[in-house]
Nanobody, 126 residues
Framework: QVLLIESGGGLVQAGVSLRLSCAAS????????MGWFRQAPGKEREFLAA????????YYADAVKGRFTISRDNAKTTEYLQKNSLNAEDAPIYYCAVDSRRLAVPSTEPAVYAYWGQGAQVTVSS
């Protein structure tokens, strides 16, 4: 069984940094892109960032460009999302995901991703 487990969420103050991790178990994804999305109550799932299988290519949504950094460690089957300068709009549930395709350019479309984590809640206090 494939599992993606997010960690690192919780209550943080506005303006601080936070790092989310996503650990994969059950199989490795070293040849597949990985991504991060978030979803607020009543809203559609929103693309944040994606990274290619070899870390050569990264994409960011305009809303987080310059503040968030995506990375991965294939040896640990883990990807990370470093978030700086958090604000109240950064407070929904964050999901990591693995692309269904192998050796492909990362995608911003949720439908492309075959595996999803259970989500990590982030609450930002002012």
């Amino acid at each position: 069984q494939v599992l993606l487990i997010e960690s690192g969420g919780g209550l943080v103050q506005a303006g601080v940094s936070l790092r989310l991790s996503c650990a994969a178990s059950g199989r490795t994804f070293s040849s597949q892109s990985m991504g991060w999305f978030r979803q607020a109550p009543g809203k559609e799932r929103e693309f944040l960032a994606a990274i290619s299988w070899n870390s050569d290519i990264t994409y960011y949504a305009d809303a987080v460009k310059g503040r968030f950094t995506i990375s991965r460690d294939n040896a640990k089957t883990t990807e990370y999302l470093q978030k700086n300068s958090l604000n109240a709009e950064d407070a929904p549930i964050y999901y990591c995901a693995v692309d269904s395709r192998r050796l492909a350019v990362p995608s911003t479309e949720p439908a492309v991703y075959a595996y999803w984590g259970q989500g990590a809640q982030v609450t930002v206090s002012s």
